[in-house]
C-alpha cells in the first residue's frame, strides 16, 4: 500500500522568510512519481510539479525548489522569499508507474503573514 | 481558457435524495478521475476512466455511486439515496495518456461542494 505523510499540519511565517514543507512517502514500487499541489483558498488544486523516482535530481523553479532523497523517501518543497500570495494547503501527491491514480497527503496549511 | 469543468459548483440536499455531477475534462485528455475530499484531508482517489473505458474504482466507491463517461468526453457522477457522510468535495481530474510516454500530471477542475442535510 502507498502512504505519504505530511506531518505539518499548519505553518505560519512572516512575508520574505524562507519556509519548507516536508513530504515522506511510503511505497513498494521501484518506478513511482511524485507530485506536489497547491489548494488555495478558491479550493482549485494547482499542478506544481511531477518528479520520476528514477530522477533525483533537485529542481528550481523561480523561488520554489525540491529536494527528493530516495534514501529517506522524502520530497520536501521550499519557498524562498516567501509572499501573501502563497498562502494556501500544500498537498503531496504519489503514483505508481502503470496505475496513475494518486495517493495524496493530509496537507500543509501555509499562512504568510503580511 | 479550456481547462477541467465541473458543474454544479454547490449542491445541497436533503438525506435519501440522489444528485449528479458532471465534469467537462480537458478537451484532448484521454484520461478522467474522480476524487473526494473531506474537510482538512487530502483527496482520495474514487475512479478513472480511459476514454469510455472505467478502469479502476476504489472501495471508497460504495454501490450507491455511479460514474459513467460515455463517448469518452464528459462524465458523470451520480450518488443514490444520499447520506451525511457523502457530504464532501468532489474532485474531477483529467489527464493525457499516450502509449510510450511519461506520465502525464492530472489537472483539476473546482470541484462540486455536496452537503447533505
Known amino acids: 500500500a502507498q502512504k505519504v505523510t505530511q506531518a505539518q499540519t499548519e505553518i505560519s511565517v512572516v512575508e520574505k522568510e524562507d519556509v519548507t514543507l516536508d513530504c515522506v512517502y511510503e511505497t513498494r514500487d521501484t518506478t513511482y512519481y511524485l507530485f506536489w499541489y497547491k489548494q488555495p483558498p478558491s479550493g482549485e488544486l494547482v499542478f506544481l510539479i511531477r518528479?520520476?523516482?528514477?530522477?533525483?535530481q533537485n529542481e528550481i523553479s523561480g523561488r520554489y525548489s525540491w529536494n527528493f532523497q530516495k534514501s529517506t523517501s522524502s520530497f520536501n518543497f521550499t519557498i524562498t522569499a516567501s509572499q501573501v500570495v502563497d498562502s494556501a494547503v500544500y498537498f503531496c501527491a504519489l503514483s505508481s508507474f502503470g496505475n496513475e491514480k494518486l495517493t495524496f497527503g493530509t496537507g500543509t496549511r501555509l499562512t504568510i503573514i503580511p | 481558457d479550456t481547462g477541467v469543468s465541473q458543474n454544479p459548483r454547490h449542491k445541497i440536499t436533503k438525506r435519501g435524495q440522489n444528485v449528479t455531477f458532471r465534469c467537462d475534462p480537458i478537451?484532448?485528455?484521454?484520461?478522467l478521475y474522480w476524487y473526494r475530499q473531506t474537510l482538512g484531508q487530502g483527496p482520495e482517489f474514487l475512479t478513472y476512466?480511459?476514454?469510455?473505458?472505467?478502469?479502476?474504482k476504489s472501495r471508497l466507491l460504495s454501490d450507491r455511486f455511479s460514474a459513467e463517461r460515455p463517448k469518452g468526453s464528459f462524465s458523470t457522477l451520480e450518488i443514490q439515496r444520499t447520506e451525511q457522510g457523502d457530504s464532501a468535495m468532489y474532485l474531477c481530474?483529467?489527464?493525457?495518456?499516450?502509449?510510450?510516454?511519461?506520465?502525464?500530471?492530472?489537472?483539476f477542475g473546482p470541484g462540486t461542494r455536496l452537503t447533505v442535510t
Open positions: 518528479r520520476n523516482s528514477f530522477d533525483e
Open positions: 476512466f480511459q476514454n469510455e473505458a472505467q478502469l479502476e
Open positions: 478537451s484532448e485528455h484521454n484520461r
Open positions: 481530474a483529467s489527464s493525457l495518456d499516450l502509449p510510450g510516454t511519461p506520465l502525464y500530471e492530472q489537472y
